[in-house]
């Protein structure tokens, strides 16, 4: 079983710049590749970012190309996703989530996921 704990969230102007991190328990977070995603209020959850199990690949939804990076610790268990030139459309509960051990790489479809922590809140105010 793979518990994640996302943290880092918060309220944040246009044009800033943010963090937020993801936290696995279980010794598995290495071998399985991770995602983050989002999700505005009545709007679906949406592919953010993807990093594989090695952090060799990565993968970003258009939207926040260019402006959002995404990294991994496999030796502190954490990923994290920075975010900057952030917008007020990058408003939206933020996900991390941890696909079943052994997977390499990450993909977009949200289903091919099995673990997911419970969300941390990014405000952008314009």
């Known amino acids: 079983q793979v518990q994640l704990v996302e943290s880092g969230g918060g309220l944040v102007q246009a044009g800033g710049s943010l963090r937020v991190s993801c936290t696995a328990s279980?010794?598995?977070?290495?071998?399985?590749?991770m995602g983050w995603f989002r999700q505005a209020p009545g709007k679906e959850r949406e592919f953010v970012a993807g990093?594989?199990?090695?952090?060799?690949?990565?993968d970003f939804a258009d939207s926040v190309k260019g402006r959002f990076t995404i990294s991994r610790d496999n030796a502190k268990n954490t990923v994290y996703l920075q975010m900057n030139s952030l917008k007020p459309e990058d408003t939206a509960v933020y996900y991390c989530?941890?696909?079943?051990?052994?997977?390499?790489?990450?993909?977009?479809?949200?289903?091919?996921?099995?673990?997911w922590g419970q969300g941390t809140q990014v405000t952008v105010s314009s």
């Open positions: 989530a941890a696909r079943s051990p052994g997977t390499r790489w990450p993909t977009r479809g949200r289903y091919d996921y099995d673990y």
């Open positions: 990093i594989s199990r090695s952090g060799i690949m990565t």
């Open positions: 279980g010794r598995t977070f290495s071998s399985a590749a």
